[in-house]
C-alpha cells in the first residue's frame, strides 16, 4: 500500500495548483505531511496537518500554500498559490515521520514560463 500523490503539472510563476493525497481504503488518513524533493536536493517536509487539524509550514511555502484534510473522502490536499520557479519538484505525501513503504511516485510539479 502507498500512498498516492496526484495533481501535478506545467504552471507559470504566479500560477495554482491543488495536490491531493489518498490511501484508498487501506487506512484512515488522520496526519499528514506533504514533501518534495527537487532536483538534486533532499526530500523536505514542507507542510503537515495534525489529527486535530493544526498545520505547519516551512517559511518558503508558509503564506502561499495550505494543507487540508477531508476525512470523508479520506485524503488530504495541498493547494498552491503564487508558484515560484523554485517550487519546482516531486512532490509526496507521507507522515511528517515518514513510513518508508507508502511513499509512493509523487507528482510533479513544474513552474516554468
Not at 493525497?21 to 507542510?47: V, Y
Not at 517550487?87 to 509523487?106: F, H, I, L, R, S
Amino acid at each position: 500500500v502507498q500512498l498516492q500523490a496526484s495533481g501535478g503539472g506545467l504552471v507559470q510563476p504566479g500560477g495554482s495548483l491543488r495536490l491531493s493525497c489518498t490511501a484508498g481504503r487501506a487506512f484512515s488518513i488522520n496526519a499528514m505531511g506533504w514533501w518534495r524533493q527537487a532536483p538534486g536536493k533532499q526530500r523536505e517536509l514542507i507542510a503537515d496537518i495534525t489529527s486535530g487539524g493544526s498545520t505547519n509550514y516551512v517559511n518558503s511555502v508558509k503564506g502561499r500554500f495550505t494543507i487540508s484534510k477531508d476525512t470523508f473522502k479520506n485524503a488530504v490536499y495541498l493547494q498552491m498559490d503564487n508558484l515560484k520557479p523554485e517550487d519546482t519538484a516531486v512532490y509526496y505525501c507521507n507522515w511528517p515521520d515518514p513510513v518508508d513503504e507508502y511513499w509512493g511516485q509523487g507528482t510533479l510539479v513544474t513552474v516554468s514560463s
